[in-house]
């Protein structure tokens, strides 16, 4: 009887264990895709649930959620200015007449899931005044998150006094895993505290924590973020990512080959994938380059390695990631004004010297064979992404 009952009780303890790290490597095993409003629309009135429907419509239609883009995520500003009498974060009825709870439904309904912002302060960051911040109410708001839906947290760092970062997004973090509802959890915290030393440990147990401010529509501003981003390639993982801010292309503020390397450099470095532009107006080029299966499957490999940086001069930044089928991507990119000729010799990359690989063009999609090394012409502010395979030997 007794040995039954622990035998009984091993066996609950085992498919509980299984289950709670089911749970733990679900969520954002490889780095998370979708849209936010936040780079097109900041909180100009245009942000409102006609556009968001629209935008979970076209991530259907376009074919982008097959890609892989699933969370369709809204920003600072969808909130009233006051909570409500029983102290709720409340919808702002102006912009989404439906409320949250039929918009998610909305959401769902396409397959897609949803996302949500808030901070954690006082009052979000949207200057002057700044909405309703869930510091010290964690557990009401994340309740009140679940409750509508939501599948996603992005969660910013205005308005906090001088309380310690981790203590805070602790907070929120065990208000999110008391709701018992799987949500993605990503950290919007600006590198100010070095997230990536303490993000991913198990009381925090964040998805992706962003490790620059902002990004904005330009080369100078991107290339920027690259930089501070590339050299944390050691603290990314499956679950827990890097996140260099959300994707510009099609905002107009970048060349299409600047915005080719601004995709190729994201999904390099295995950053979360979040489309900001307006999906309603997209033009052809920009759609071509978010919608490139290839550089995605680089982004989303399942191995799940940030790539390293293996070269870092003015006119050469070279970056190698492993890949699950023992592949491995590398990117040339040019950020100098001047087009240049990037070479990369195979001890460089780990073979053998006189290694011949298949080289795959994951812009021009074409392949050839190549004897090491490897080089290309690369225009300025351009990036060549190859994925490379030594070449099968005659047998
Ligand atoms: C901060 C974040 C941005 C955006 C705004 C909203 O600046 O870093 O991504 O969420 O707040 O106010």
Not at 190 to 200: I, S
Not at 212 to 231: A, C, G, P, W
Not at 296 to 314: E, Y
């Amino acid at each position: 009887m007794i040995r039954n009952i622990a035998r009984c009780l091993t066996l609950w303890m085992l498919v509980w264990q299984s289950s709670e790290a089911a749970a733990a490597t679900t969520l954002a095993s490889t780095p998370q895709m979708g849209f936010n409003n936040w780079n097109s629309t900041h909180c100009r009135a245009e942000f409102n649930e006609t556009m968001i429907r629209g935008v979970a419509d076209r991530l259907v239609s376009l074919g982008l959620r097959d890609r892989g883009y699933t969370y369709v995520n809204i920003d600072d500003c969808w909130a009233e200015s006051e909570r409500d009498a029983a102290g709720n974060l409340a919808v702002n009825h102006e912009r989404f007449p439906n409320g949250l709870k039929k918009l998610a439904d909305y959401i769902h309904a396409r397959g897609l899931k949803f996302g949500i912002y808030t901070s954690a302060g006082t009052l979000t960051c949207e200057q002057p005044g700044g909405f309703p911040g869930a510091l010290g109410h964690e557990s009401q708001d994340a309740a009140l998150l679940a409750s509508l839906g939501v599948d996603y947290l992005k969660y910013d760092n205005c308005n906090h006094g001088t309380l310690d970062a981790r203590q805070r997004y602790r907070a929120m973090a065990v208000a999110l895993r008391q709701t018992g509802r799987p949500i993605l959890y990503s950290l919007c915290e600006w590198g100010d505290n070095r997230p990536w030393l303490w993000a991913a440990e198990p009381d925090i147990d964040a998805n992706s924590w962003r490790t620059t401010h902002d990004i904005e529509d330009n080369f100078e501003s991107m290339l920027k973020i690259y930089r501070q981003n590339v050299v944390l390639e050691t603290y990314a993982r499956p679950g827990h990512w890097n996140d260099p801010d959300m994707l510009e292309v099609g905002n107009g503020g970048m060349t299409p080959t600047e915005y080719r390397s601004h995709f190729s450099l994201w999904a390099i470095m295995a950053a979360p994938l979040l489309i900001g532009t307006d999906l309603r107006k997209i033009d052809p080029a920009a759609l071509a380059i978010l919608s490139n299966a290839e550089v995605i499957a680089i982004d989303q490999d399942p191995l799940g390695v940030q790539g390293k940086r293996i070269r870092d001069s003015a006119d050469a930044q070279v970056i190698v990631k492993p890949l699950a089928d023992g592949s491995q991507a590398v990117a040339l990119f040019n950020p100098s004004e001047h087009a240049a000729t990037l070479t990369v010799n195979a001890t460089e990359l780990g073979h053998a010297a006189a290694e011949r690989y298949t080289v795959r063009d994951l812009w021009s999609h074409t392949s050839r064979e190549y004897t090491a090394p490897l080089s290309a012409t690369v225009p300025a502010h351009a990036t060549v992404l190859y994925r490379i395979r030594p070449a099968q030997r005659a047998p």
